[in-house]
């Protein structure tokens, strides 16, 4: 896997991006960051950035374990685990199974499955029908799954549908939740989903959507030095 690493001292810090980014979506506070003194590092995730195409038959489990091994390679032990979207996939993931990650930050995190409201329901409904009668489907995918080759639509589907409720009640460290007021990918109350189910967790509201740590750069690298005490 691709990985960047800016030594420095303290506890690292390692960011894991969403689906579609790589290891310059935390560019900005990677530098802000290591510039107080603290080591930092971002992995590519398989099939992004620099990082090769997984199998197709991957899981998120696969993705947990290889991330784990990038971090074993780069010499670091106990960590920071900061991740958006897909990256706090992984990270609800490895902080539920592993004690290396002394704290965590979940910025706008996916893996909690979505409330079936009266318009997903009915979503639904119309795909089932389309499909039967072969008509063209493809409205209902996300783009994020259109712009994927068919090798790995089965690893996306199969992450996507992965409910990561159960993960909660085993996280133990301290988790900071920085969740984007207008985000309609993983809406609020998904924020305060995991909030209820970590422990020791609390949350800070940005202005801005599914993308507000970037929309709202010195207010997310604020919380996050609050949090672990630069």
């Given at each position: 896997m691709n990985a960047?690493?800016?030594?420095?001292?303290?506890?690292?810090?390692?960011?894991l991006h969403g689906w579609g980014g790589d290891i310059r979506s935390f560019g900005g506070a990677m530098t802000r960051l290591s510039f107080g003194g603290r080591t930092c590092a971002a992995i590519d995730f398989p099939y992004f950035g620099g990082s090769?195409?997984?199998p197709p038959d991957?899981?998120?489990?696969?993705?947990?374990?290889i991330t784990e091994k990038a971090i074993d390679?780069?010499?670091?032990?106990?960590?920071?685990?900061?991740?958006?979207?897909?990256g706090g996939r992984v990270a609800i993931d490895m902080a539920a199974r592993t004690g290396r990650v002394k704290k965590l930050v979940l910025a706008d995190a996916a893996g909690l499955r979505p409330r079936r409201g009266l318009r997903r329901r009915i979503a639904a409904m119309r795909f089932r029908r389309d499909k039967a009668k072969g008509r063209d489907t493809r409205k209902y995918y996300s783009?994020?799954?259109?712009?994927?080759?068919e090798s790995m639509r089965g690893v996306f589907s199969r992450i996507v549908a992965e409910d990561l409720s159960d993960r909660l009640p085993l996280i133990s460290c301290p988790t900071l939740i920085v969740w984007g007021k207008e985000d309609t990918e993983t809406p609020p109350y998904m924020a305060k989903?995991?909030?209820k189910g970590i422990s020791d967790?609390?949350?800070?509201?940005?202005?801005?959507?599914?993308?507000?740590?970037?929309e709202k750069?010195?207010?997310?690298?604020?919380?996050?030095?609050?949090?672990?005490?630069?």
């Amino acid at each position: 896997m691709n990985a960047e690493l800016i030594e420095g001292g303290g506890t690292p810090l390692v960011f894991l991006h969403g689906w579609g980014g790589d290891i310059r979506s935390f560019g900005g506070a990677m530098t802000r960051l290591s510039f107080g003194g603290r080591t930092c590092a971002a992995i590519d995730f398989p099939y992004f950035g620099g990082s090769d195409q997984p199998p197709p038959d991957w899981s998120l489990r696969d993705y947990t374990v290889i991330t784990e091994k990038a971090i074993d390679k780069l010499g670091l032990t106990d960590i920071i685990l900061i991740g958006h979207s897909f990256g706090g996939r992984v990270a609800i993931d490895m902080a539920a199974r592993t004690g290396r990650v002394k704290k965590l930050v979940l910025a706008d995190a996916a893996g909690l499955r979505p409330r079936r409201g009266l318009r997903r329901r009915i979503a639904a409904m119309r795909f089932r029908r389309d499909k039967a009668k072969g008509r063209d489907t493809r409205k209902y995918y996300s783009a994020d799954y259109l712009a994927l080759p068919e090798s790995m639509r089965g690893v996306f589907s199969r992450i996507v549908a992965e409910d990561l409720s159960d993960r909660l009640p085993l996280i133990s460290c301290p988790t900071l939740i920085v969740w984007g007021k207008e985000d309609t990918e993983t809406p609020p109350y998904m924020a305060k989903r995991l909030k209820k189910g970590i422990s020791d967790s609390r949350i800070v509201w940005l202005d801005g959507g599914h993308f507000a740590y970037a929309e709202k750069p010195l207010a997310f690298e604020s919380a996050i030095e609050e949090f672990i005490g630069i």
